[in-house]
């Protein structure tokens, strides 16, 4: 009996900045960001849209279509929790008026921490003697330093992926390989809001563990790279995508005439993120998701995905595209979010950016911008309110 992903759905923020705009600010080519980095917008999020209203907002479609009541396991991964203590998954449970009896449970490793909830659900799903169901959330926004190298990388964006026995898009495979190492590539202190980079470094330690990880796949499965049809990969920004089949195809094949075959096998699920930016814990799942938006030949074919969180893990594993996969989809929804977007001028993405959430804990109350179906409200005694949007 197999067990996967029956349904998946994606959300990002109802405001973009155009890099033309931000390269203009800061005095660069656009190109630069454009063919360099492969990314044209980065989804902003307003004072009243965080991790939890995107996980909410990916996340009601596919309530929507089942019996709230058989979500017995919630697990919220996220880098950009809101609180120290609270799950970031009980304020989504309450917004989704999910049932008491839940597992509700917050998951952090940097951008792979989406992975790590896909596996722990899955796992939890086989074992159960009852026929219930987990809802994975992968919620995040990225930010760095005004004028820092990572700036035209920032976006937002949450995925959430119901995961079930006989799933309707996707069969996960029993084998995966990781790797695991400790470094300082990439992580943000608890007192800051904004992520440190070792750009450089952390190119080259992605690569690595991507090489690792498929390394450790491969002698676990015993599979050649010719038996996985499409890649999907962790993209910080959609040229690393490439960047990382290309290293994966010369350990595969030991050969170095890889950048042709590279964009074929993993171009088709960059779309998303070339106009959101990088997401963290969603960002694998958002190029998942724009793969199967964007490819109607998927059934029945193997898919390769690797996830890599800083800091850092990595784990490359792998399923197989249900043949009625086309059937449950919310692609009209997504490509619809997508081009019914506010575009900023690059004066108020720094206003927004520059606003920070009051550590007072007296009453505030926010205001309203275009959300998806949930908004943060504001505070009140230090605690947050959310609220449904009425429509």
Not at 65 to 86: P, R
Not at 107 to 121: D, I, M, P, R, V
Not at 155 to 170: E, Q, S
Request: proline fraction near 3%.
């Amino acid at each position: 009996m197999s067990v996967g992903i029956d349904l998946i759905s994606f959300y990002t923020s109802r405001y973009y900045l155009g890099l033309e705009s931000l390269a203009q600010a800061r005095g660069v080519d656009y190109e630069k960001y454009r063919s360099g980095l492969g990314q044209e917008k980065m989804a902003i999020p307003p004072p009243d849209e965080d991790v939890i209203t995107m996980g909410a907002s990916a996340a009601k479609p596919i309530l929507d279509q089942i019996d709230v009541n058989d979500v017995e396991l919630l697990l919220f991964a996220t880098e950009s929790g809101v609180d120290q203590s609270k799950a970031a998954g009980l304020f989504v449970h309450g917004l989704l008026n999910l049932s008491n009896r839940c597992r509700v449970v917050e998951l952090k490793e940097a951008c792979y921490s989406g992975t790590a909830a896909l596996q722990l659900a899955a796992a939890q799903i086989s074992q159960s003697l009852h026929s219930t169901k987990a809802l994975v959330i992968a919620s995040d926004v990225a930010r760095y330093d005004l004028g820092s190298p990572g700036e035209p990388t920032q976006g937002c964006g949450a995925v959430a992926m119901l995961v079930t026995l006989n799933p309707r898009i996707l069969a996960l495979d029993p084998e995966a390989g990781f790797h695991a190492a400790d470094v300082m590539d990439f992580w943000r202190p608890s007192y800051r809001d904004e992520a440190l980079v070792d750009g450089k470094f952390s190119t080259k330690v992605y690569l690595d563990t991507a090489v690792s990880a498929w390394e450790h796949y491969v002698e676990r499965s015993g599979r050649t790279i010719s038996e996985l049809y499409r890649f999907c990969y962790h993209l910080p920004f959609t040229r690393m995508g490439i960047k990382a089949h290309e290293r994966v195809l010369q350990a595969a094949e030991g050969s170095n005439d890889t950048a042709k075959h590279a964009s074929e096998a993993v171009s088709e699920g960059f779309a998303y993120t070339r106009d959101t930016g990088n997401s963290y814990t969603a960002s694998l799942f958002e190029s998942f998701a724009c793969l199967l938006d964007n490819n109607s030949e998927l059934a029945g074919k193997r898919i390769g995905l690797f996830s890599y969180g800083s800091g850092c893990m990595g784990e490359f594993f792998s399923g197989v595209v249900d043949p009625e996969y086309q059937k449950h989809l919310f692609s009209a929804d997504h490509k619809a979010m997508l081009e019914d977007r506010t575009q900023l001028a690059y004066q108020e993405y720094e206003d927004i950016f520059n606003l920070k959430v009051p550590e007072d804990g007296w009453k505030y109350v926010f205001a309203q911008y275009r959300t998806g179906p949930f908004r943060f409200g504001g505070i009140e005694e230090h605690k947050r309110v959310y609220e449904a949007v009425e429509t």
